[in-house]
């Protein structure tokens, strides 16, 4: 039963509003920091928690009013000149915002959120009072970070919906295998805990600007920064709409409303056995007509769920803030692009991996500030965030201007800790061996912390962007720094293919590959080093038959090559035919990740298709790799 009566509605449009309000809030007291004499920064800040306050006020969230009337009079007096911002009591500021966020994920479960823990409420008195120094001596870092193991859970595949074919039953019965049962998932989730010792209103309450951590309360500002990093991997189910795409919406669908009735009208015609010329071609016309509505509908639909990527961007400076203090390193995040637009969903699914990034550069990346001067860099180092739309893909590069990697050291490391034959690695070029990084267990870190070193992370961003249909790659200059570059489609939801045919089945690959169509024969196949290539514009290519790649046996010689650009190089595909260009809506298989499969979609003659991930099916074959010669006989 919820704690707010008949004000649901209102208590959501609250959060949803006060949300974004608080991210803008972090971002500006991180700015505050650069520029502590900033009055503009100071009243915008006093003006989001005052709202905030309001807000709560009218919804009687008491604990929450308690919590912002203490920190917004903090502002209050730093915009007066009666106190000075120094890191110190930033550092205070930021805890009192990590609390305001957590009231707010109390809230979201449509419930009263508990008081902010005393010492901190009574920490801000003794600021505002004059008791406490505010920007104290370090204390002694944080208690090290326990884990705690989660019972098992067991993941239940959804129904499927009404109306829906059944894609699992159809992909196995094109294979002629059986659907596999469901799988059992274990969640292990490693949980900080702090000892909190109880502090008296009179006590002062030691800061550790070194860490960024309140020693005795248990609110670190390295522990908000976790509390960050889990919090932007929770999805939001709302989404903001420009009216205008709204507006668009209506009336394309008002079009389609008279086609429709055009189209009903000529079918009773000619049902009545009207079959003349002019009716034939108003049927035409007509059909030609919705095509176009129905086009112009999906791009509109899809418009609105496109969502600026600054929405999620805007919380990082904090999480970077956060870290780079606790690490006693000298970061300035700078982002770039916000504007740049996404579909929502793909922004959700961003959220982990992005988090990821943006710590292992203040973590791994960049030096502390005694080695930066000691190689003759500034003390200050810079981490970038930017995004850019390119054709039909977006790019997110975070770059750093840290230490960079070295490739043979990753190698020696993969070796050490049992990922990498020695063989192995010496066959490895350096492009090859920074992506050993990505390896599940891999880390450089020789001892754990509560930041780093237990392998986990970076295999994880690999695997959530391959699941977005998008690639990484790393630049890195050892003593310059690294880039890492995410690229993605626009949307996950329509995906323009190429519709080929192997052995009379039908396959759909990405058409963001695809290059051109040309004509195969035998006598255009060379072999080299017994591999199949061709030469196409002075231009030596491998060819790779997709019924090899797939597994499967084909008996007749491929009619057709489609020149395809993959992330590592070009390459032609045989294939028996092509049906044509469509643009696809990819339901995924529950339960099973076929290797080099995507998920299915339907043909427009009700037969099934199967999409192909490219990349998939190109890092399992190797990319340095082609296929045998083809049998032309």
């Not at 070194?210 to 960050?228: D, E, L, P, R």
Request: hydrophobic residues 40%; aromatic residues 4%.
């Amino acid at each position: 039963m919820s704690e707010f009566g008949g004000m649901e509605e209102l208590l959501q449009d609250f959060l949803t509003e006060s949300s974004d309000m608080l991210s803008d809030v972090d971002n500006k007291l991180v700015e505050l920091e650069k520029r502590p004499d900033d009055k503009t920064l100071l009243n915008d800040i006093f003006r989001g928690f005052h709202t905030i306050k309001g807000g709560a006020g009218f919804l009687n969230v008491d604990a929450l009013v308690t919590l912002c009337h203490r920190t917004e009079n903090l502002f209050d007096k730093l915009r007066n000149g009666e106190m000075k911002l120094s890191a110190g009591l930033l550092d205070y500021i930021l805890a009192s915002t990590g609390v305001v966020r957590e009231m707010f994920g109390e809230l979201a479960q449509k419930r009263q959120p508990h008081s902010a823990p005393q010492a901190l409420l009574d920490s801000l008195d003794a600021v505002l009072e004059g008791r406490l120094d505010a920007n104290p001596a370090p204390a002694a870092p944080a208690a090290p970070a326990k884990e705690e193991v989660k019972a098992e859970q067991v993941s239940t595949p959804p129904a499927a919906v009404d109306g829906e074919p059944d894609w699992n039953k159809l992909y196995h019965g094109l294979l002629g295998t059986e659907p596999a049962a469901p799988a059992k998932t274990e969640t292990v989730q490693a949980k900080a805990a702090l000892e909190v010792a109880p502090v008296k209103a009179s006590e002062p309450v030691a800061l550790a600007p070194s860490s960024g951590a309140f020693a005795n309360t248990g609110v670190s500002s390295m522990n908000s920064g976790q509390q960050i990093a889990q919090q932007l991997t929770t999805q939001e189910t709302t989404i903001r709409i420009d009216t205008n795409r709204l507006d668009q919406v209506l009336n394309l669908s008002g079009e389609i409303g008279l086609t429709k009735n055009r189209l009903t009208t000529l079918r009773t015609d000619i049902l009545q056995g009207r079959s003349d010329a002019h009716t034939l071609r108003a049927l035409d016309e007509a059909i030609g007509q919705l095509d176009l509505l129905v086009s112009d509908l999906q791009n509109a639909v899809m418009k609105t769920r496109m969502q600026p990527i600054g929405r999620l961007f805007q919380k990082y400076p904090r999480l970077a803030r956060d870290l780079a203090r606790q690490l006693g390193k000298d970061v300035e995040l700078v982002i770039t692009g916000e504007e740049t637009e996404l579909d929502k969903t793909m922004i959700e699914d961003l959220n982990d991996p992005l988090v990821h990034l943006v710590r292992n550069a203040v973590d791994h990346g960049i030096e502390t500030k005694e080695e930066r001067l000691a190689i003759g860099k500034s003390e200050k180092s810079l981490v970038q965030l930017a995004a850019t739309q390119v054709g039909d893909h977006i790019l997110i590069e975070i770059t750093d201007d840290g230490k960079g990697m070295k490739p043979e050291m990753i190698r020696q490391k993969a070796i050490e800790k049992g990922l990498l034959k020695v063989e192995d690695a010496n066959n490895l070029d350096d492009k090859q061996s920074l992506q050993l990084i990505f390896l599940p267990g891999f880390s450089t870190k020789d001892q754990i912390s509560s930041v780093s070193g237990r392998g986990v992370g970076m295999d994880v961003v690999k695997t959530n962007i391959q699941k977005m249909n998008g690639r990484i790659d790393i630049q890195s200059i050892p003593g310059e720094g690294s880039r890492f570059t995410i690229s993605l489609p626009l949307t996950l939801a329509i995906l323009p293919v190429l519709v080929v045919k192997v052995c009379d089945q039908p396959f759909a690959v990405p058409l963001a590959m695809v290059r051109e169509i040309i004509p195969l024969s035998k006598n255009d196949i060379q072999q080299v080093s017994g591999k199949a290539t061709m030469v196409v514009r002075d231009e030596i290519l491998s060819v790779r038959s997709l019924a090899s790649l797939i597994g499967w046996h084909d008996n007749k010689p491929p009619s057709f090559g489609v020149l395809m650009q993959s992330a590592e190089s070009s390459f032609v595909l045989a294939i028996d035919t092509f049906v044509g260009r469509d643009d696809v809506v990819i339901k995924p298989l529950q339960n099973i990740k076929p290797k080099g499969i995507a998920g299915a979609t339907l043909s427009g003659d009700g037969s099934v298709v199967l999409v192909l991930d490219m990349e998939d099916l190109l890092a399992a074959l190797g990319t340095d790799q082609a296929s045998p010669l083809f049998d032309f006989a």
